[in-house]
């Protein structure tokens, strides 16, 4: 049994010694950090202001009645329902291609349909982060968010590795991720708010564990199946003592109350 547990610490040991020798990669250098930018300035001209859902919008158009004045609420399917034409996905659009979707659909109906689409509100925006927090998930965007005002608002924990958070950024074109780690203590300590990056809709910010905080969650893991047993045998002898005490009279209320 013994062997069995010195087994599992060396194994902990040398496994947490590779993940930190291939994890501790070196701070991106400009060129790279450019690279990152870049990458989504050119996704964010495309994917800007697309709706999803649980978002919505405003309808302007005083020629067609059905529309003018309405506010459309985009449905978890990614459609709405107007009238006359019925249900109308909208999912992933902005608002122009919404209006024109519109104004072709309500083309048979109207002569010169004019349609003006203004989102007003953005409740598919969010953020997500994941990791050594105290609030795991997903976090409205406000359109201000930065590294740091992510996790002031999900809490860092005491084994968050905060030298090593890295933010992952999805690419909804080609399916390719992207990826920057920043070092958050630098940020706090020498006030060095080049990495302090904006977060943008959909990015996730992964705060790991310390090499030693990982060694303690491994332990956990291997010592879980343990403790409801450890709790079973404890408990009836728990119970046994207390009835042992209260038949030596201890435990007996005095007289007096």
């Not at 999912?91 to 519109?102: C, H, P």
């Not at 409801?228 to 728990?238: G, L, Q, S, V």
Request: with cysteine; charged share 20%; hydrophobic share 40%.
């Amino acid at each position: 049994m013994v062997r069995t547990g010195r087994h599992h610490l060396y194994w902990l040991a040398a496994t947490v010694s590779i993940g930190v020798s291939v994890g501790c990669t070196a701070t991106p250098t400009h060129r790279e950090l450019s690279a990152f930018l870049k990458d989504h300035e050119h996704l964010a001209s495309g994917t800007e202001g697309r709706i999803g859902p649980g978002d919505q919008f405003k309808v302007e158009s005083p020629r067609i009645q059905e529309l003018h004045g309405r506010l459309f609420r985009v449905q978890a399917d990614g459609r709405i329902s107007a009238r006359l034409v019925g249900e109308v996905r909208v999912v992933g659009m902005t608002s122009r291609e919404i209006a024109s979707k519109l104004e072709e659909l309500y083309a048979p109906y109207y002569r010169e349909p004019d349609v003006h689409v203004t989102i007003t509100d953005h409740d598919s925006s969010v953020f997500y982060v994941f990791g050594q927090v105290g609030a795991n998930g997903a976090f409205k965007h406000s359109g201000r968010d930065t590294v740091l005002t992510a996790l002031s608002r999900s809490q860092p924990n005491l084994i968050a590795w905060k030298q090593r958070v890295k933010v992952i950024r999805p690419s909804h074109i080609d399916d390719e991720i992207k990826m920057v780690e920043v070092n958050v203590d630098q940020i706090v300590k020498k006030g060095d708010t080049k990495m302090n990056l904006m977060l943008e809709p959909g990015d996730i910010v992964y705060v790991p564990p310390t090499p030693l905080g990982w060694i303690g969650l491994r332990l956990q893991e291997l010592l879980y199946p343990v403790g409801p047993a450890m709790r079973t045998y404890a408990t009836p002898a728990n119970a046994m003592a207390t009835q042992q005490f209260y038949d030596q009279g201890v435990g007996q209320v005095p007289a007096a109350f």
